[in-house]
T-cell receptor
């Protein structure tokens, strides 16, 4: 078990550029989540996948944000036309959800990708 | 609206003290509540998860309780150590949606 990994760990980009982040979950985990965290705040839920299906995306911050998990393994989060307000830590988490009740599962977080938009 | 608050926002204690961190949630229809630790610039480390049917969970020096009716959870840390210094966050799970509190920043002074 190597844990959840994220790449890159840091990204500096100029306003208007597109960026893509990658998340590799714990290998047997079927759920994958993306969060955004700004300084002094708790993580803000963005979206999640069950295997390759994106089951919740209404909380993505705008249509500039999109996420994929094409084969039910790693996931990517893309931000198009970045703005300075997008500067934040982007966190990925995974969990294993088997059967019912779902109240028993835990989320395991990666180290995050810190985005700075200049 | 589902919201989670944490009190206090920051706490500083001398080493060896026992302490309690508080978490309140507005929607009591939670699936579970999870406590995390976050070190500066790092991701979150899971500490304890309490299912909606449980009242408390313990791990080492940590004990977390859950009172759904009052919308509260507490994290008790016994015999605090400088290595416990971090931000502690609670998160309520509503099935597909997770709501985090802003965290309590803990400093344990040697």
């Amino acid at each position: 078990d190597t844990g959840v990994s994220q790449d890159p760990r840091h990204k500096i980009t100029k306003r208007g550029q597109n960026v893509t982040f990658r998340c590799d979950p714990i290998s047997e985990h079927n759920r994958l989540y993306w969060y955004r965290q700004t300084l002094g705040q708790g993580p803000e839920f963005l979206t999640y996948f069950q295997n390759e299906a994106q089951l919740e995306k209404s909380r993505l911050l705008s249509d500039r944000f999109s996420a994929e998990r094409p084969k039910g393994s790693f996931s990517t989060l893309e931000i198009q036309r970045t703005e300075q307000g997008d500067s934040a830590m982007y966190l990925c988490a995974s969990s294993l959800v088997v059967g019912q009740p779902v109240s028993s599962y835990e989320q395991y977080f990666g180290p995050g990708t810190r985005l700075t938009v200049t | 609206k589902q919201e989670v608050t944490q009190i206090p926002a920051a706490l500083s204690v001398p080493e060896g003290e026992n302490l309690v961190l508080n978490c309140s949630f507005t929607d009591s229809a939670i699936y579970n509540l999870q406590w995390f630790r976050q070190d500066p610039g790092k991701g979150l480390t899971s500490l304890l998860l309490i299912q909606s049917s449980q009242r408390e969970q313990t791990s080492g020096r940590l004990n977390a309780s859950l009172d759904k009716s009052s919308g509260r959870s507490t994290l008790y840390i016994a015999a605090s150590q400088p290595g416990d210094s971090a931000t502690y966050l609670c998160a309520s799970c509503y099935g597909q949606n997770f709501v985090f509190g802003p965290g309590t920043r803990l400093s344990v002074l040697p």
